[in-house]
C-alpha cells in the first residue's frame, strides 16, 4: 500500500507540483487549500504524514499542528516555511511540528525528509544490533520500555522524558535526539552519525540543522544550577554526560 501523504499549501502552484513530484515518488496525495480543509481531511482520513504550509490564511500551519497534538494525534509533520529566523522555527516546533523545510526549497531534500520521518514512526527501538547505541555506558539502564542515564529517565512506549523529577516536553525529533544520546552516554557521537540515525539524510558540513536541534534539547533540559548534560565536541560531534 502506498503510503499517504495529507498536503496543505494555499499557494496553487507550489500545492500542484508537490502534489504531482509526490504521486510520482509513490505516495497517495490528498492537497488542500488551507488550515481548515487540513484539519477536516486528517480527521476523516488519517495520513500517514502531513506536509504543511507555515503561512496560509485562516487557520494557518501552526494552528493545525497544535491541535493535531492538544487531541493526542502523533502523526509526523513536515512544515513548509519561507520563515528563516530562529525564533519561527522553534515556533513550529513548539506547536508540535517534526521537522520543517525552507523555501524555496529543492524537492529532493522533502522526499528524504518525508522518507526520514516515515522510517522513524514505524522503527521499534531496539537495544541490539551493531554501531554505537550498543555500547554500555556506565550508568545506563535500559529495557524494551525504560531507558536512563544522566539523570534523564525516558519511557519510549508512552514517548515521554524526565530530568529528574520534571517532564520535558518534547517535540518528536527532539525526543528521538535525546533517545540516541542516551542510549549512547558518554559516547561522542559525530555529526555524520547522528544525521543518519535521526534524519536518515546527511545534509553535508554546511549544514546548521543539527546545532539548531541541539540548541533547542539543551534549552529544554538545561536547569539553573545544574550541570549541563549535552556538550559540543568541537569538529566532532555530541555526547550526553553530567561533569
Avoid at 520534571?166 to 517535540?171: A, F, G, S, W
Avoid at 536547569?223 to 559540543?232: F, N, S, V
Wanted: glycine fraction near 10%; include cysteine; aromatic fraction near 6%.
Amino acid at each position: 500500500m502506498p503510503q499517504t501523504v495529507l498536503l496543505a499549501e494555499d499557494d496553487r502552484a507550489i500545492r500542484h507540483a508537490l502534489e504531482r513530484a509526490l504521486t510520482l515518488e509513490g505516495y497517495e496525495v490528498t492537497a488542500v487549500a488551507d488550515g481548515v480543509e487540513a484539519l477536516a481531511q486528517a480527521h476523516r482520513t488519517p495520513p500517514d504524514v502531513l506536509l504543511l504550509d507555515v503561512m496560509m490564511p485562516g487557520i494557518d500551519g501552526l494552528q493545525v499542528c497544535r491541535v493535531l497534538r492538544a487531541e493526542g494525534d502523533r502523526t509526523p509533520i513536515l512544515m513548509l516555511t519561507a520563515l528563516v529566523e530562529t525564533a519561527d522555527r522553534i515556533a513550529g516546533l513548539d506547536a508540535g511540528a517534526d521537522d520543517y523545510v525552507v523555501k524555496p526549497f529543492d524537492v529532493e531534500e522533502v522526499f528524504a525528509r518525508l522518507r526520514a520521518l516515515l522510517r522513524r514512526t514505524s522503527a521499534v527501538p531496539a537495544g541490539g544490533g551493531t554501531g554505537p547505541d550498543t555500547g554500555t555506558a556506565r550508568d545506563l539502564q535500559l529495557s524494551d520500555r525504560q531507558l536512563e542515564a544522566a539523570g534523564i529517565r525516558m519511557d519510549l512506549q508512552a514517548r515521554r522524558a524526565w530530568r529528574g523529577r520534571r517532564e520535558l516536553e518534547l517535540t518528536r525529533t527532539e525526543f528521538e535526539l535525546l533517545e540516541l544520546l542516551v542510549r549512547n552516554a558518554g559516547i561522542v557521537l559525530d555529526h555524520s552519525t547522528i544525521y543518519d540515525r535521526i534524519w536518515g539524510y546527511d545534509f553535508g558540513p554546511g549544514s546548521k540543522n543539527l546545532a539548531v536541534y541541539v540548541g533547542y534539547l539543551r534549552r529544554k533540559l538545561d536547569e539553573p544550577g545544574a550541570p549541563q548534560l549535552i556538550h559540543t565536541v568541537r569538529g566532532v560531534g555530541y555526547v550526553l554526560r553530567e561533569d
